[in-house]
């Protein structure tokens, strides 16, 4: 379960960051950054805040609108997202720092120190402690996790209103074998990763 032990190593403000989408073929990357308030968080809420993979979309959704609904001196949040272009030009790892920082920087105030999901600094300008399955071990990774995994699969959603036979409203656009049979038939559209092997194959099976 999370805690606040590592907030509480530092006596600044402290947001958590995490992002969602590393691994689909399609769509883009999303982070979101959260400053949780230890004083005065509600407990209710805080007992159900975990790893978002952890959690049903029901519950992870629920947790999401409490915290929006939540007044400004117990949490702040931001997300922000890295486009599918920019995954392809930059590569998946730095286009997930991108939307990190991108996160970040759009936070009402200012942290001081950074606790982030994985082993990668993005670019910040704050003192910064990755950890390594930190939406596990952090209050703040943890929301943050839940609110970039719903903004995400919202988004998937909108997409899937657009392009309807790739199941992206169910399966958020990983490679599922729906996915798989919807690009043999339909082909590939512009929320692709042209640069993800499984449609680059495709491409040049196209080209060929």
Known sequence: ??????EKQYSGIV???DEVGCGPW??????AAVILNQTNFPKELLEMIQD???ISSKKREMIYQELLRLKEDSCFIS???ASVKEIDALNIRRAAMLAMQRAADSLEIK????????????????????LVKGDT???????????????????????AEEY????WERNAGYGTAEHQRAITMYGITPYHRVSFAPIARHVKLLVA
């Open 1 to 6: 379960m999370p805690s606040f032990f590592y």
């Open 15 to 17: 947001v958590g960051i």
């Open 26 to 31: 399609a769509g883009p990357v999303v982070a």
């Open 52 to 54: 978002s993979k952890k």
């Open 79 to 81: 997300w922000a997202e």
């Open 111 to 130: 942290p001081e120190v950074a606790l982030v999901d994985g082993n990668v600094k993005p670019s910040l300008e704050c003192h910064i402690q990755t």
């Open 137 to 159: 071990l952090s209050f703040s990774i943890a929301a943050a996790s839940i609110v970039a995994k719903v903004v995400r699969d919202e988004i998937m959603c909108k997409l």
């Open 164 to 167: 309807p036979h790739y199941g």
